[in-house]
């Protein structure tokens, strides 16, 4: 069989198009979904056991585990599932996988969800086009959706066609009389083979008709059946090659999760060989020897996948800390994970509120740290980084708008428990430092958007302006330090009155930046539009200072009604 390098550009096409699916039906997702995907993935991915059964449900619908897997890969990336939530579905794919197993040895048939695209495709241009920015997300997600299966089908297509072609592996009969290395080859085929047909269920059907050809016994067709299982992750790896730090874990999972089966399994191969034809040959009583062999392998498999995930289910949390070990977090990467109120309510509700005092500490850290990334916006001069860092703040926007709803919703749950008065007074001042907090990150992504515009123009801010944004700055970063230091106070020893004054240092110095703008414009030492970019930060800055002192003052009421 001829492969032309034209069809090695195709195949690389194929992966282009299936990676581009990847990223914009994740972009889609995250633009559309918000809180309402989330909350049903939440809830169907309680625990282990829904997150594994939904994992299942899925795959045995859709009849590809890669498929469903690199699904799960961008709901991770999209904040949808966290890294547990997700190796529970993971787990569940491979055992869904099992049913596309069967249905091959039974019926030799397989639903081609790829034959859907187009029509998925006309269904979304609509929406793509529309004014309504949910309508246009779910058009995204669609197309996402369509060339994802594409890609994946033109994967398939373009990579040597070894499923009309079994006599390419006729030669496999030379290395089945050497023992348990004969099983360890296969396995390492049976890798290579998932790797480029990118199916596992092809390979799936090719194994089978091995077998059927009577090429290879039932205990290397049992090998390549591991092999498959090592290959399939590949899909979920390629998918999170673009996709962030959480999303590669979840690959990883996945990987890990199939060579410890693997590694086990080849322990007790011999024993767990016998078990499987037990239950084919005397449980089920079939001995036709074409059927016996497909039934062996599709038991196999089940048996294996079954057992894997009875096994491994209880290790979720060291499956986790062992990819979060060999993949650590990228300093410039900023997830959107609450540390503290992920695990719902507390036994008490008191405790509930220590929780979410917590969730908003580390909320005030993150908008100062977004508000020194805008301080060093304005003396980035690359194009390349300037942007890089642009979009980190923008990032930092959707996490603190997303920050504050988790919060928010979960300081209302907790106060419709039973609560003294002065714990409900206290729920009421925390919901309004939230909101306020969420403010100031407005106002820091304004800053970043006037940095923007300023560069956009030809001219520069003067080495005077330049000073007195850098005081400004200054002022507003000391501002937050100090509503931090307030904020983290559980014993009420730093003194309030600190930021007051802090505040109206700030407002003194705009109102004095403002009347000497207006001169200095006069004077013509800076263009008017420089000017209006200058002031337009200033501005901002002292409104921050305003939210800032609402974040206090909310604080401080806290206190004064429990003191």
């Known amino acids: 069989m001829e492969y032309t390098f034209y069809d090695f550009l195709a195949l690389l096409g194929s992966l282009a198009l299936f990676l581009y699916g990847m990223k914009i039906m994740s972009e889609g997702l995250q633009k559309f979904a918000g809180d ?3 909350s049903i993935l939440t809830a169907m991915t309680s ?30 990336n999209a904040g949808l599932l966290s890294l547990s ?25 397989k639903v081609d969800i790829s034959a859907f695209s187009l029509p998925l495709l006309a269904i979304g241009i609509p929406l793509l086009f529309s004014q309504k920015s949910s309508r246009k997300s779910i058009g995204e997600f669609i197309f996402g959706f ?18 009309q072609n079994p006599d390419m592996l006729a030669f496999v009969q ?56 090592i290959g399939t992750t590949i899909t979920a790896n390629l998918a999170a090659i673009t996709a962030n730090t959480q999303a590669r874990r979840a690959a990883m999972a996945h990987l890990m999760f199939n060579l410890f089966g693997v590694f086990w399994v080849l322990v007790l191969f011999k024993p767990f060989l016998s078990v499987v034809d037990w239950i084919v040959s005397d449980f089920m ?43 650590p977090q ?14 719902g309510m507390l036994s008490t509700a008191e405790l509930s509120i220590i929780q979410a005092r917590k969730e908003i500490n580390l909320f005030a850290e993150r908008i100062q740290r977004m508000f020194r990334m805008v301080r060093d916006l304005l003396h980035t001069d690359n194009e390349n980084d300037f942007n890089k860092l642009f979009s980190r703040i923008e990032k930092y926007e959707n996490i603190s708008d997303s920050m504050e709803v988790e919060i928010a919703n979960y300081l209302t749950r907790v106060s419709e428990g039973r609560l003294s008065s002065e714990s409900k007074m206290q729920i009421r001042e925390m919901l309004r430092e939230v909101t306020e907090i969420e403010s100031i990150g407005d106002s820091c992504y304004n800053l970043a958007r006037t940095i ?33 230091l307030l904020v983290e106070d559980m014993h009420h020893t730093i003194d309030v009155n600190k930021s007051f004054n802090l505040e109206t240092e700030i407002n003194n110095y705009r109102n004095q930046l403002k009347n000497q703008n207006v001169a200095d414009v006069n004077n013509k030492e800076y263009s008017y539009q420089m000017g209006v970019h200058y002031m337009d930060i200033i501005a901002e800055c002292e409104k921050l200072g305003d939210y800032v002192v609402n974040v206090v003052e909310a604080h401080s009421d806290v206190k004064e009604k429990k003191g």
């Open 174 to 229: 030379n290395y089945t009389d050497m023992g348990f290395f004969s099983v360890l080859l296969f396995v390492l085929i049976g890798t290579v083979l998932t790797m480029i047909v990118q199916a596992s269920a092809a390979t799936m059907a090719i194994t089978l008709i091995m077998c059927a050809n009577g090429w290879i016994s039932f205990e290397l067709g049992a090998a390549l059946v591991l092999g498959e299982n």
């Open 330 to 343: 990228k300093e410039q990467e900023e997830e959107y994970r609450l540390q503290f109120i992920t695990g």
């Open 285 to 327: 009583n079939i001995d036709e020897s074409g059927v016996a062999v497909s039934f062996k392998l599709s038991a196999f498999h089940s048996c294996f996948n079954v057992c894997n995930v009875l096994l491994l289910i209880w290790f979720v949390k060291l499956i986790e800390k062992t990819v979060c070990h060999f993949i």
């Open 47 to 76: 625990n282990r056991v829904t997150g594994v059964l939904t994992g299942v449900l899925i795959t045995a619908l859709i009849q590809s585990s890669s498929a469903t897997t690199v699904m799960v890969v961008s709901f991770v």
């Open 452 to 484: 923007n515009r300023k560069r956009r123009g030809s001219t520069d801010f003067t080495e005077k302006q330049y000073e007195h944004i850098h005081q400004m700055f200054q002022l507003t970063d000391d501002a937050l330090t100090q509503m931090i």
């Open 85 to 109: 939530q997700s190796i529970g579905v993971i787990m569940g794919a491979n055992i869904g996988t099992t049913v596309t197993a069967w249905i091959i040895s039974t019926l030799g048939f």
């Open 36 to 38: 309402r995907l989330r």
């Open 146 to 163: 369509a060339f994802l299966f594409m890609g994946l089908n033109l994967l398939k297509v373009n990579a040597p066609d070894l499923g």
